[in-house]
């Protein structure tokens, strides 16, 4: 049986005694470490994704999104980078990748009392991404999805695609929406939802952020050689890597 976070009769005091522990060990375990974490109830992702992307547990399971923001290079991935022996490190794995998946085991193994799903952002099944993190980012609160509907009098074609960009509130695209984690046998039928703060509430700045035309002013970015990485192919983001070690 699912443990319940607060029975749908109870105060929201309630709900944040007991979901606030479970919350706040995680933040204890990934803030330091150059992340951020949202909490979301499972339901709120399903109802704004195709069929094919929703997760098949009830809608009040609990979901707590985490995202890296520019301190995430030094404070977690350069640490395990010089931790690794790259004479033998298999060159099919993304070294950024094995970083992520590392210290999200660290946090499902903290939780052994727990029946713990993690789906990581570059998690393919079928050729389809096992979670859609903008969207979750924008359901628990994170940032803030802007997309061609959120624009009136649009000024492109019908027929054009226009993508979706996600903008962090303090890092604008900054950030990485890594993964979740799915509280499998926790339910919170109370947890308040938090909305994405709007950082663009006027039209033309939507129009500019789709477009792509211009970069908007944040207080820090990602250091080069973390831009470098991203842009680089697997065989050099491995060499990345080493030289980092060394």
Known sequence: ?????????TVM????????????????MLEPLGFEVYPFKIGWYNEHVDEKYKLSVPDDTLGVLAISIPGMWEKAFIPFVKQQDWD?????????????????????QSFPEHDIEVMHQFEMLNGQPKILVQTAAHMAGAAYCYQRRDV????WPADENIYGV???PVY?????????????????????????????????ERVELLKKLRDFPVPRKYAEEHEEYLSSDLHQKIAIARRIKS
Do not use: Y
């Open 172 to 204: 604008g695209g900054w950030v990485s929406f890594d993964g979740v984690f799915i509280f499998k046998d926790v339910v919170c039928p109370d947890l308040p939802q938090r909305a994405p703060k709007d950082v663009f509430p006027d039209r033309k």
């Open 166 to 168: 996600s903008f962090h």
């Open 88 to 108: 033998n490190w298999n060159k099919e794995k993304d070294p950024l990748h094995e970083c992520m998946i590392h210290h999200f085991d660290q946090v499902k």
């Open 13 to 28: 005091e309630q709900t944040k005694t007991i979901l606030n522990p479970l919350i706040e060990k995680i933040r204890a």
């Open 1 to 9: 049986m699912p443990k319940l976070c607060a029975r749908r009769n």
């Open 152 to 155: 009136t009098d649009q000024p």
